[in-house]
Structures are given as structure tokens and as C-alpha cells.
């Protein structure tokens, strides 16, 4: 299962707005397709595959914790 948010460009701008809080992402090529997923604190996970990964678009969806993220991780 997917998440169910629209993806968005993964620039600069993108990771900015993302808020300082954990959550799980998702990572897109151009097409939409998903590359991979992570669960983390939100903005280091977008910084990091901005700067190392090859994805083009994102979406995420914010987690109360840590343990939260995990869980929703897992049922993707």
C-alpha cells in the first residue's frame, strides 16, 4: 500500500517545507514510481536523498514519534 498523498518535487524548496517532525516517505522516480520508502525524522531523510539518492519526487506523511513512523513504515 501506497501512501496516499500527491507526490512533490524533491528540490530545495520541497525540503524546506517539510516539518521538523518524524514520519515515513516515500521517494519517486519521474514517472510516480515508488523507489523506495524510510522512516525517520522528516527533514534529514529529504536532505540526505536530495543530496546522495536519485529519486525525483516525494511524499510523506507525518508520525506522532519515532515508533510511530516504524509502525507506519511497515504497513506500506
Known amino acids: 500500500m501506497a501512501l496516499r ?15 521538523d517532525a ?14 523506495r520508502a524510510a522512516a525517520g525524522f522528516l527533514p534529514d531523510e529529504l536532505r540526505e536523498e536530495l543530496s546522495y539518492g536519485e529519486a525525483a519526487r516525494v511524499r510523506w506523511e507525518r508520525a506522532q514519534s519515532r515508533d510511530h513512523a ?5 504497513e506500506l
Open 5 to 19: 498523498k500527491r507526490w512533490k518535487p524533491l528540490e530545495r524548496k520541497t525540503v524546506g517545507s517539510a516539518p
Open 22 to 35: 518524524y514520519g515515513v516517505v516515500e521517494f519517486g522516480d519521474d514517472d510516480g514510481e515508488v523507489l
Open 70 to 74: 516504524e509502525r507506519l513504515l511497515e
